[in-house]
């Protein structure tokens, strides 16, 4: 399976990004996904999850409100739309699918290889 993801980038402060992850090499709808994060100097954390059809998410509290996933099974595709950055969203982030929705980072056994977001103030 392989997990590539793109939309990273330098974003000014406020600023509203959106990240794709394209899956391939699994059945995407047997799959739930989930965005993370890793900061410098700090633990990977969950961003977002989202079941495999879709109906069911869950959001860290850092990003509630701030930060909505999505995906397209037609496209193996999952996206996270974010708004309102401010620099501590300064991360690495990283998609990554599991055969089951779960909120423990280390269930997750694909991973993509991270896409860098810097918020600059």
């Known amino acids: 399976a392989q997990l590539v993801e793109s939309g990273g980038g330098l974003v000014q402060a406020g600023g509203s990004p959106r990240l794709s992850c394209a899956a391939s090499?699994?059945?995407?709808?047997?799959?739930?996904m989930g965005w993370f994060r890793q900061a410098p100097g700090t633990e990977r954390e969950v961003v977002a999850l989202i079941n495999w059809s879709g109906d069911r998410t869950y959001y860290a509290d850092s990003v509630k409100a701030r930060v909505t996933i999505s995906r397209n099974n037609a496209k193996n595709t999952v996206y996270l739309q974010m708004n309102s950055l401010k620099p501590e969203d300064t991360a690495v982030y990283y998609c990554?699918?599991?055969?089951?929705?779960?909120?423990?980072?280390?269930?997750?056994?694909?991973w993509g290889q991270g896409t860098q977001v810097t918020v600059s103030s």
């Open positions: 990554a699918a599991n055969r089951r929705y779960s909120v423990i980072i280390y269930d997750y056994n694909y």
């Open positions: 090499g699994l059945t995407f709808t047997s799959y739930a």
